[in-house]
């Protein structure tokens, strides 16, 4: 089994909701900052937040998902979760969450969000009519 699996992704029109999940198998990271990344088909991947480890748990967010989104972490499931609101058909991608013991959440980190060890297989979510 992948270390991180994503689940909660799906069909779903605009403006609607959904509620991603990363859990991990085989590890705790509630010491380790998590982050949701997303790709479109077409472009590049895409930071769209993070939070940093259990005990400062910090919060980041791109300007393209701010107000809509909310990352949090239940360190007794293993698992953060993505929050994802007022959905947009710009919103679809396959969504990941990835982990390092190396990464910082907002930088600051010996590794950067481009050389995270730790990836999900990914879940993909459609905003559509």
């Known amino acids: 089994q992948a270390p991180l699996v994503e689940s909660g992704g799906g069909l779903v029109q605009p403006g609607g909701s959904l509620r991603l999940s990363c859990t991990a198998s085989?590890?705790?990271?509630?010491?380790?900052?998590v982050g949701w990344f997303r790709q479109a088909p077409g472009h590049e991947r895409e930071e769209i937040s993070c939070?940093?480890?259990?005990?400062?748990?910090?919060?980041v967010y791109a300007d393209s998902v701010k107000g809509r989104f909310t990352i949090s972490r239940d360190n007794g499931k293993n698992t953060v979760y993505l929050q994802m609101n007022s959905l947009r058909p710009e919103d679809t991608a396959v969504y990941y969450c990835a982990t390092d013991v190396l990464w910082e959440c907002g930088g600051g980190g010996v590794v950067s969000s481009e050389e995270l060890e730790v990836w999900g297989q990914g879940t993909l979510v459609t905003v559509s009519s």
């Open positions: 939070i940093s480890s259990a005990s400062d748990p910090r919060t």
């Open positions: 085989g590890f705790t990271f509630d010491s380790s900052a």
